[in-house]
């Protein structure tokens, strides 16, 4: 059927469009996470005036610059409908600067919900349109269907909590599934699955915490690998590849508070947003 003018068309899918960003921008992600205490830091109220302001003031720093730009939902939401207004705005300005934006939502359910879910962030029609979300797995893999089918319509991506840092963590992701996998392995194995024979990049990423050290488990799932804790939670670029060894060269560190500590100034959050990307193309750079 011919597309009318109404109708989105899809983009070319997220992975080569994440592939082209991290080759010409850098393989750098910076999260846009308006703490409170953030705000305060930075001199402004922790309100409505000031969360639109530190998002309007990030995007204008770094939009033009890094490959991917993550705002936490959370942290928006929590203004209520004017909050989720500013992180609407926020998403369109920086996807017309240039950036690719991941919305951290983390969410996950079934059946009709997730397809909600999925035509929030994954539907080029919708107001919170983003080039990727994260979700969680763990009410099993296939209730993320509708979100992997409405990203490969839209040539949108996914990222799957596969193993996060925080220790509670663990207990479910260490678990051993019926098969006798780690149920981590299993999520990883098939996410592998729905990127298989893509090139150059699938659609489907992982979430997997840069401050794991070595995670025991192959993570060349042909897909990008979203490595949050750069920065403030400990993890160093040079860590990078003792965590993820071969399959290095897909990672997306991801830096929030160690670039917007650096704010409200724009030279200053772009200097420190270059000097992490530069540090990771150096500990990435023989992959």
Not at 80 to 104: H, N
Not at 142 to 164: N, Q
Not at 226 to 238: V, Y
Request: aromatic content about 4%.
């Amino acid at each position: 059927m011919t597309p009318t003018a109404s109708a989105p068309t899809s983009l070319e899918p997220f992975g080569a469009r994440l592939r082209r960003a991290m080759d010409t921008r850098g393989p750098l992600c910076v999260g846009i996470d308006p703490h409170g205490s953030l705000l305060t830091d930075w001199g402004l109220g922790d309100d409505i005036a000031g969360l639109e302001r530190f998002a309007r003031t990030t995007v204008e720093a770094l939009a033009d610059r890094v490959a991917v730009l993550k705002p936490q939902s959370a942290f928006f939401e929590r203004f209520g409908s004017r909050g989720i207004a500013v992180l609407e705005k926020t998403v369109a300005e920086a996807r017309a600067a240039g950036a690719l934006v991941l919305m951290d939502a983390k969410r996950g359910d079934i059946g009709s919900t997730m397809g909600a879910y999925a035509a929030t962030y994954l539907n080029q029609g919708s107001p919170l349109f983003s080039d990727a979300v994260t979700v969680s797995p763990y009410l099993g893999f296939e209730s993320l269907r509708p979100a992997l089918d409405a990203a490969a319509l839209s040539g949108s991506g996914v990222f799957v909590l596969a193993l996060t840092s925080n220790p509670e963590g663990a207990e479910v992701q260490r678990a051993t599934a019926a098969d006798g996998r780690p149920v981590a392995r299993l999520m990883l194995d098939h996410m592998a699955a729905e990127n298989a024979g893509v090139t150059p990049l699938g659609s489907v990423g992982a979430v997997v915490g840069a401050t794991l050290g070595d995670v025991g488990v192959d993570l060349a799932i042909n897909g990008p690998l979203l490595a949050p804790g750069i920065g403030a939670q400990g993890a160093t670029p040079a860590d990078l590849p003792g965590v993820f060894g071969t399959a290095v060269g897909n990672v997306v560190p991801s830096v929030s508070r160690g670039v917007l500590r650096h704010g409200p100034d724009l030279g200053a959050l772009r200097e420190a947003a270059k000097r992490f990307a530069d540090e990771v193309r150096v500990a990435v750079g023989g992959a």
